[in-house]
């Protein structure tokens, strides 16, 4: 029997409310900048960067800090030939969740 990476976690963000408006300007400077598609499932959002290693840098950087405060995500990263995807994965229950902080990624 497996078990879903961060589904220990609470369903909760550290963040007090100054914290996360930083963040949410963060993420939106982030896909602005450095990412060219945001693909949202309802448990699963995957943000396809530019492949330059600014971009690389700033979102593992910026995704490292998110796990901190929301440690219920699941946080991976896909480096393929022709592309890299910066995936965040949210255990049932926390759809609605994973469906605001996309609603927050759009400036």
Do not use: N, Y
């Not at 408006?21 to 963060?26: K, L, M, Q």
């Not at 939106?28 to 309802?42: H, M």
């Amino acid at each position: 029997m497996s078990v879903e990476p961060g589904a220990d976690a609470p369903i909760a963000c550290s963040l007090d409310a100054g914290g996360l408006a930083e963040r949410v300007d963060e993420w939106r400077a982030l896909v602005v900048s450095s990412v060219t598609s945001v693909d949202a499932e309802p448990t699963a959002v995957h943000l396809v960067l530019d492949p330059s290693d600014r971009a690389l840098t700033a979102a593992v950087a910026l995704a490292q800090r998110e796990k901190e405060c929301c440690p219920f995500f699941d946080v991976a990263l896909d480096i393929a030939a022709d592309r890299r995807t910066l995936s965040f994965r949210v255990p049932d229950g926390a759809e609605a969740v994973l469906a605001d902080f996309v609603a927050l990624l759009r400036p």
